[in-house]
Structures are given as structure tokens and as C-alpha cells.
Nanobody, 128 residues
Framework: QVQLVESGGGLVQAGGSLRLSCVVS????????MAWFRQAPGKAREFVASINWGGSRIAYEDSVRGRFTISRDNAKSTAYLQMNSLRPEDTGGYYC?????????????????????WGQGTQVTVSS
């Protein structure tokens, strides 16, 4: 079945940068959207960014807009999240997700409910 594996997390100083990667493998409908969510300890998981299958529709959570960039390379079945100007409040587990329908793959939802497949997460810790 479909698997998503994140990588690239780590410990970084405030103001620094990280690039997360999410590789998709297994059989899935080809025109899927991908997204990144994050979860700080003791808090609910929240939306970070999403991108549709063609890369033409992108959304960001307000606090990351201008600092984070979501992208994808369909030939490599990989999505990326470039994170610049990191802040301590960006700390948390970062999870990638993929849709399982053509409609959702086109619109790139900003809610957890829109996504079927999930990775196990990668930890991002931003020190001050």
C-alpha cells in the first residue's frame, strides 16, 4: 500500500533553515495533493502547507507564509518543505500527507480530513 516517509528534521537555532522531504511509494492515484502538518507537544495538529498534484495550487498557514516554501518533484515522488527564518514556535513533529481522490488532489485541502495517507513524522526543534 501507500507509504510516506519524511526526513530532514533536526535541531536548529532560531533564524536558521531546514528542508524536509517526503517520499511517496506504493500504489496510489497519481494525481494526489500533498501537505505538511505539524504538532507541538500538548497541542493539536495544525496545517502548515499544501500543494496540488500539478503544483499550481498552494496554500500556507499564516504564520509560515513568506518563510516556508512547499514544492514537489513528481518524477521523484517527493514533496519538500523549505523552512527559513525558523522560530522556536515552529518546534514540533512535522508530518506529510497525501490525498486519495482526484478532486482533493486538485484542490489541495488545508484540513486533516482531506488526507488519507500519512507519514510517521520528523521532529523539528528550534532553539532560542
Amino acid at each position: 500500500q501507500v507509504q510516506l516517509v519524511e526526513s530532514g528534521g533536526g535541531l536548529v537555532q532560531a533564524g536558521g533553515s531546514l528542508r524536509l522531504s517526503c517520499v511517496v511509494s506504493g500504489r496510489t492515484f497519481s494525481r494526489y495533493a500533498m501537505a505538511w502538518f505539524r504538532q507541538a507537544p500538548g497541542k493539536a495538529r495544525e496545517f502548515v502547507a499544501s500543494i496540488n498534484w500539478g503544483g499550481s495550487r498552494i496554500a500556507y498557514e499564516d504564520s509560515v507564509r513568506g518563510r516556508f516554501t512547499i514544492s514537489r518533484d513528481n518524477a521523484k515522488s517527493t514533496a519538500y518543505l523549505q523552512m527559513n527564518s525558523l522560530r522556536p514556535e515552529d518546534t514540533g513533529g512535522y508530518y506529510c500527507a497525501a490525498t486519495s481522490s482526484a478532486m482533493l488532489g486538485s484542490v489541495a485541502p488545508i484540513t486533516e480530513r482531506g488526507y488519507t495517507y500519512w507519514g510517521q513524522g520528523t521532529q523539528v526543534t528550534v532553539s532560542s
